[in-house]
């Protein structure tokens, strides 16, 4: 069993920037891929992120390349997203996944996931 704690949400202004941070419990976390994703109102869960388990590989959609970056520090069982550039479009609440079969930006290939900190992006 794996536990994701999200943390570093907050309210900034547009242009700003913010340090998400997903700590995990439990002995498998550098055996995982970890996700970001991010769910505005009445919108679908949407990809924003991935690393690979020993942080090799990283993956972004275009909506953020450029603006935000993963990392991870399998010694501390934590992964970060870094946000630069903040837009009003980032608001949502932002979500760690951890999955074991690979890097994906599908939700459903995840099966851990944190409670979700709230970004809201003033314009």
């Known amino acids: 069993q794996v536990q994701l704690i999200e943390s570093g949400g907050g309210l900034v202004q547009a242009g700003g920037s913010l340090t998400l941070s997903c700590a995990a419990s439990?002995?498998?976390?550098?055996?995982?891929?970890m996700g970001w994703f991010r769910q505005a109102p009445g919108k679908e869960r949407e990809f924003v992120a991935g690393i690979s388990k020993y942080g090799s590989t990283t993956y972004y959609p275009d909506s953020v390349k450029g603006r935000f970056t993963i990392s991870r520090v399998n010694a501390k069982n934590t992964v970060y997203l870094q946000m630069n550039s903040l837009k009003a479009e980032d608001t949502a609440v932002y979500y760690c996944?951890?999955?074991?079969?690979?890097?994906?930006?599908?939700?459903?290939?995840?099966?851990?996931w944190g409670q979700g900190t709230q970004v809201t992006v003033s314009s």
């Open positions: 996944a951890a999955n074991s079969a690979g890097l994906y930006r599908t939700p459903d290939y995840y099966d851990y």
């Open positions: 439990g002995p498998t976390f550098s055996t995982a891929a």
